[in-house]
């Protein structure tokens, strides 16, 4: 690292330099007194942390969903890319880190970069995903229908109408995952459908207390309450006690008071169980209920009156497919009164009484089904053509289920990746019995949900897989080494510079300019050398030795200098700088004076033979336009 200090010297800002780390003192004592650091530092690598900070930053840059989806990336990938660039938001972590900068420094920034998508990635860059609702349903089979799934009667074929609906700005070439709810069955009843009362949680939060009007949620026994929760779309009631250290746990949910004012009025709610290992939720009714002190009620238990509640999934790992209704329970005996239906955890964490419990739906109506078949989470993509939503057919893609997820384990526990749970760990396995006779060279694009724990969102994303004898993510990420950026006008900026090494044929561009503007000093015998630069395209160099410029100098411009060292060793090296901007000249005619919005330049890196040794000399240039080139300092000169 050098440093540089303008007006003031180190002398005078009576520094001690007796620290562990002078240059930390030299930096405090040069704050204090306000001035201004030209610092230059060779590299500095990105961390993850600024990987996380440029992706938010990016995030909330982003316009279109192909912008949301490049932003995101950046975490997930921990490289920037075409929309998350660099000279974009790297100079805001460069202002954090190096506060104290002045103009003029300058740093080489090393980091990741994701290049352009593939033409298959490009395909499925336009992704959202959506959950078919309550009233989705409804627009499907009527208003005085309850029936919340589709059936063989009412099929997937339905849904390319909601979509048009759902997604009014959809351009061609979007796709949409659809999650629907589908029985095998036709569904059957008699009543209404229109409810005496109905609860479904759709105006609540993801994951805070649930807090609706009329109801009450009351611990009697430890401090845990029941919250709002999400899943694919749908809002519902959760209770675990899972995690839950201080011992027991009574948690009430209770509804308002309900009118029971006909006989033929029945209570029906759905139900789904995870990480099942005790009976933790009892169905109560209080006719007394004050609708403050559950203990001063009383209460009967019905959960036994609901038919199907027994028959609920009960899984020891993970959850149900599904919330699933519980059937119905007559209300009757409650004719003309009204009641209070009370939803009761007990739990006991230490004991590992835990059952996670899911609720959705209370109803009370005079609805009765007379089929109510079992329905299964299914998961369909559609593509948008211009002008209408059809159902996809591609081969070149596969979306996964719920059921593929639970298949792999962990990421059936939500039916989603996450920065936690990474799809690459998942899904060349899943690919490999997806697709076992696959060929190397095979692409196929995966499509799965991921969830964004920083943004706490869930998104549909794509990821393309290629086989070469297994099969592993195409990342197109490559290593940005060292890119410059210069703090000028008190803002860092990304400095471009394009590294140059000569190639035989940019070089006899040199020898050629040589042959015809001062041809005596081409080599008579071989026609890719020349003396008047030094160059050789032949051996891809220059060489500035003495003894043999001495002996191609035709003009006598050398000769006469012989008998001063120092003079004719400054001559060789003046024509050899004027040989590498004639070079930059000749090659790069039409060089670009900026870069986003960056002055350009050139680090041209010449092999120069001089007295037996081989050196490299690096050589700055600023590009004017025009194929006009200004050399920027002195060479930079190594041993090769």
Known sequence: MKLRYKLVALSLLGVAIVACDPLEDIYQEIDSEGVTVVNEKEEYVLTSADYETISKAALKDAKTKADTALA?????????????????????????????????????????????????ETKYANLDWTSLSDEDYIKIWGADAPVRFLSPSHGVNEIPALLKNKFPNAVEGAYVSVDYKYASEEPSWTGSVNPVFSENFESQTKDEDINLKGWVQQCTVGKRTWQAKLNSGNLYAQFSANGYSDGEVVSWLVTPAIAVSSADLNLTFDLKYGYYNADCLDVLISTDFDGNDVAAATWTEVTDQFADFDKIDKPSSGYGDALVNVGS????????????????????????????????????????????????????????????????????????????????????TNNNFSSSIDPDNYVPQFLSAYLPYAQNGDEMAVLYKFYNSSEKVTTLESRVYTFNGSWAPITNIVTKEKETYIISG??????????????????????????????????????????????????????????????????????????????????????????????????????????????LYYALTLTVYDDGAYYLYTYRFKSLGKGQFEQDGDPTVTNK
Do not use: C
Request: proline share 4%.
């Open 72 to 120: 995101n990336k950046v975490k997930s990938e921990l490289a920037l890319n075409s929309f998350a660039s660099g000279d974009k938001y790297i100079p805001a972590v460069l202002t954090s880190l190096y506060p104290s900068w002045g103009n003029g420094s300058t740093i080489g920034v090393t980091y990741q970069f994701q290049g352009d998508a593939s033409e298959l």
């Open 329 to 412: 329970m007559s209300l009757a005996s409650y004719n003309g009164q009204s009641v209070y239906v009370a939803f009761r955890y007990t739990g006991n964490g230490p004991k590992a009484a835990t059952t996670t419990v899911q609720i959705d739906n209370v109803t009370v109506s005079n609805l009765k089904w007379t089929n109510r078949p079992e329905t299964e989470d299914r998961i369909a993509l559609f593509a948008f053509n211009g002008s209408s939503w059809k159902a996809s057919s591609d081969d070149d893609v596969v979306l996964l289920t719920n059921e593929d997820y639970d298949a792999m384990g962990a990421p059936g």
């Open 490 to 599: 008190g803002k860092w900026m990304f400095s471009p510079i394009i590294n140059v090494t000569p190639t035989k044929e940019q070089l006899q561009k040199l020898v050629d300019w040589v042959a015809e503007n001062h041809p005596g000093y081409v080599d008579a015998k071989y026609k890719d050398s020349e003396y008047w630069f030094g160059a050789s395209a032949n051996y891809m160099n220059f060489n500035i030795t003495m003894y043999k410029r001495l002996q191609n100098d035709p003009d006598g411009i050398l000769n006469a200098m012989k008998d001063d060292d120092a003079k004719a060793k400054a001559y060789l090296q003046e024509m050899l700088a004027e040989g590498a901007r004639q070079f930059m000249e000749l090659n790069y005619p039409n060089a670009e004076t900026q870069m986003n919005g960056a002055d």
